[in-house]
């Protein structure tokens, strides 16, 4: 019932800054937690960072806190991530998902739709 398409990687240097976009198709956008995700070759896709349907409260990986924002705008069935700092450890595929009857979670299986993926690459 949605569709997710993220948007706005690219090649950066560390100390860089970058903001991802997740454009949502679908009336029910507002009703699903969103989340972000990362996958670097050879590794598990990994959690990132989540927020709540109406934006409330989000949750970040301890490896990001401090650095990324997650963030979203309902009206324009968008989801935002903002990423600051950024470091080479940061370079992987990162991904948008949406999960339905969760207020906000980091497992990667409560997530039912996904974006396709968009590359960030942090260069030293």
């Known amino acids: 019932q949605v569709q997710l398409i993220e948007s706005g990687g690219g090649l950066v240097q560390a100390g860089d800054s970058l903001r991802l976009s997740c454009a949502a198709s679908?009336?029910?956008?507002?009703?699903?937690?969103m989340g972000w995700f990362r996958q670097a070759p050879g590794k598990e896709r990994e959690f990132v960072a989540a927020?709540?349907?109406?934006?409330?409260?989000?949750l970040y990986a301890d490896s990001v806190k401090g650095r990324f924002t997650i963030s979203r705008d309902n009206a324009k069935n968008t989801v935002y991530l903002q990423m600051n700092s950024l470091k080479p450890e940061d370079t992987a595929v990162y991904y948008c998902?949406?999960?339905?009857?969760?207020?906000?979670?980091?497992?990667?299986?409560?997530?039912?739709?996904w974006g396709q993926g968009t590359q960030v690459t942090v260069s030293s």
């Open positions: 998902a949406g999960a339905m009857g969760v207020l906000e979670t980091r497992l990667l299986s409560r997530y039912q739709y």
């Open positions: 679908g009336r029910t956008f507002s009703s699903y937690a």
């Open positions: 927020i709540s349907w109406n934006g409330g409260r989000t």
